[in-house]
């Protein structure tokens, strides 16, 4: 898994991720939203009470997020594999946030002791389909009763990038077969949303109220 991050970094131009393209911060903020909307449909009112952990924490971008939501430092914890990225996570989070270098599944997490395990474009990296079994299994004997997993990543395959494959959603449902799963599309297929911000940024909300362009799944996995 780590050589084939390091293959997709070396093949993506640098700034393909800066917040400086509207491509880029059309679809963090949708994603935002739609997560925003998700807790207020749970009834998480109280984000600082909540307990979430995040697997595959890259650089810490999206626990920086979930800070400014209103999560809190003490509550959250992140696991990084790759030590670039977990040494920018590192420098960039408070020091109350708790992170783990290396492989997830090596954590100490009591059981049910989570309100709500994260997990971000990881499982499409993950192109063993027992591996993938295995960590969902772990990340489900994290949650707690009540809770859930946080689930976001791409449906469809990439034919230019072999390191990684779509993860439909009834794939999520075999993965937490426990799970009461909600679910909704989201995100602009990204080649389509580079070329129309290109365009014009405001071209963006246009294209992706079509759903069937839409790439990504944002989904709960409720533990009952």
């Known amino acids: 898994m780590a050589e084939r991050y390091a293959r997709r970094a070396g093949n993506v131009a640098s700034d393909r991720y800066s917040l400086l393209r509207p491509d880029v911060w ?16 749970l009834g998480f009112t109280d984000l ?8 595959g924490c890259g650089g810490g971008a999206n626990l920086l997020e979930l800070l400014r939501m ?18 920018q996570a590192r420098h960039v989070l408070p020091a109350a ?8 599944l090596q954590m100490r997490v009591a059981p049910a002791s989570q309100d709500v395990v994260f997990v971000s474009t990881v499982f499409s990296s993950l192109l063993d389909a027992a591996f993938q079994q295995v960590l969902a299994d772990a990340m489900w004997a994290w949650v707690k009763p009540g809770g859930g997993v946080l689930w976001y990543d791409f449906t469809v395959n990439n034919p230019r990038n072999p390191d990684v494959r779509g993860v439909p959603l009834a794939r999520v449902r075999t993965l937490f077969p426990h799970g ?18 290109s365009v014009h940024p405001s071209l963006y909300p246009l294209f992706n109220a079509l759903p069937p362009l839409r790439t990504h799944v944002l989904a709960w996995v409720e533990k009952t």
């Open 26 to 41: 059309h679809t963090l903020q949708e994603r935002q939203r739609a997560m925003l909307r998700l807790f207020t449909t």
């Open 48 to 55: 600082a009470a909540l307990r979430l952990l995040e697997v």
């Open 70 to 87: 209103g999560f809190v430092p003490e509550h959250l914890t992140g696991a990084e594999l790759l030590p670039e990225r977990f040494a």
């Open 97 to 104: 946030l708790q992170l783990h270098a290396g492989d997830a």
């Open 180 to 197: 009461r799963v909600q679910a909704r599309r989201v995100t602009l297929a990204p080649p389509i949303a580079r070329a129309v911000t």
